[in-house]
């Protein structure tokens, strides 16, 4: 929490302020209902306004920058377009190009490093759109998210903070032996070399989804898709995983089948012919994982705070994970989801989040931020995808008496030009896709191979279980 005094800008909020790393997160949120906007104000003041990154300001102090509390004026932070025909030929496009406008627009370094968008516009998802944009300095996007989630209530009961679940950790108290210690010790060794290799040479093979040199400054397209939370969960319980561990094949099966795709060759006699030439083999692909090294304060936590009854701690404290992805065609669907668990279990047994996050803030403070920028961009350049799951409520919610359809929160500004994000929401799971349109032309494409893919997962499943049946 920040005092009155004003709080340092923490060693990754400085990172996101270089020009190399000038990131924010944005939340798409639709509403079945048209947006209130003298309702939404009245609603800030009571919740998010009570949060001191909201209502301060970054000012410069010496050599240190601070968050200092200001007079804030809302007009400067909630935008409510003038639509003149909310019934025009393609809402659904309005609402992704005015979004898409505003990932080149920076957010005024004078203000509080926030803006709320009301658009009246009805889409095949929702009746309005509301959109945040708020600077990554400002917090982490787990942190952010659950903040949002903690200024909502319950549909079905006004005077209820939303149900989110919590991970899990091992509690096991079993006494671990030496052996499980070592091999902690060389999975986290492996992984630091292989971070290390990754700063310097080792990249991510050239694919079509792979960003240029210049994607962080490119204009960002943001899509999503939905999809049943039944479906994941069928395959999270018949294949004993996690949640996570499917998210992950999906994506991986997705990513396989759009890549299947982009290579595809011109027959050379010109006949127009389409010959496939497959995926090449042995492609290095990997994603970059945000790990928060803070767990994320609970929503009645955060509820609590907003109401200035007690304290949290804030601010960015994350670390990194390289996760591989398996890139090839199996013949067995459920090959995806056991690669992914294997990969991730992998990853569990490994503390290479907490030395990424340990050696980005002694590099900031022995070199200065921006070596330390040029090094975490060097990274997330040499990666090619940006992937993050974040746990929502599994029960539909209002937002300031506006009841939600749905959440689809993202990132940009990070190097990489295509961003994964998954959101659950009530019985269902938001896929949100960000995606730089000079990589990838075809958002809408990946949603469909996401969403295929998830198909036969499951089908792969129901025809397992029956097989074991009989």
Known sequence: ????????????????????????????????????????????????????????????????????????????????????DPNFHSPERFVQDYISHF???????????????????????????????????????????????????????????????????????????AFWWLLLLWHTFIDLVMFAFTVFFVKDTNTPIKGAKEVALNNKRFVFRTVSMDDIKLVKNEMKTTINDVLLGITQAALTRYLNRAYVDVDSNGNGEKQR?????????????????????????????????????????????????????????????????????????????????AFAKLVLNLLGVKVAAAITRRVLFNTTVAFSNVP?????????????????????????ALTIHFQSYANKMTISVAVDPFVIPDPYLLCDDLEQSLKLICDAVKKKRILDVV
Request: hydrophobic share 35%; with cysteine.
């Open 1 to 84: 929490m920040a005092s009155r005094e004003g709080e340092p800008l923490s060693p990754a909020g400085k990172l996101f302020h270089e020009p190399s790393l000038n990131c924010y997160v944005i939340a798409i949120m639709g509403c079945k209902t048209t947006i209130n906007p003298q309702v939404i104000r009245e609603g800030l003041c009571q919740t998010l306004l009570k949060h001191p990154r909201f209502t301060s300001k970054l000012v410069k102090e010496g050599s240190k920058t601070k968050w200092i509390p200001t007079k804030i004026n809302l007009d400067d932070h909630i935008i409510v377009p003038e639509i003149e």
């Open 103 to 177: 990932t080149k627009t920076p957010l005024d370094i004078s203000k509080p490093l926030w803006e709320l968008h009301l658009l009246n516009v009805k889409t095949p998802d929702a009746e309005a759109v509301s959109v945040f944009r708020i600077h990554h300095s400002v917090g982490d996007g787990a942190s952010l998210i659950s903040l949002l989630l903690a200024s909502t209530r319950k549909a079905s009961d006004s005077d209820a903070l939303p149900t989110v679940p919590t991970l899990r950790g091992d509690s096991s108290q079993r006494r671990k032996s």
């Open 277 to 357: 030439s497959g995926v090449p083999k042995k492609i290095r692909l990997r994603a970059s994982i945000l790990v928060n090294i803070r767990p994320v304060a609970g929503i009645q936590e955060l509820a609590n705070m907003m109401a200035e009854k007690s304290k949290v701690k804030w601010g960015n404290c994350i670390g990194y994970v390289l996760l591989p992805f398996s890139i090839a065609m199996y013949e067995d669907p459920l090959e995806y989801v056991r690669q992914a668990k294997a990969t991730i279990d992998r990853k569990k047994h490994s503390l290479e989040a907490i030395c990424s996050y």
């Open 392 to 416: 929502g409520p599994v029960e539909e919610i209002s937002f300031y008496g506006h009841p939600i359809a749905y959440i689809a929160p993202s990132v940009y500004g990070h190097p990489q």
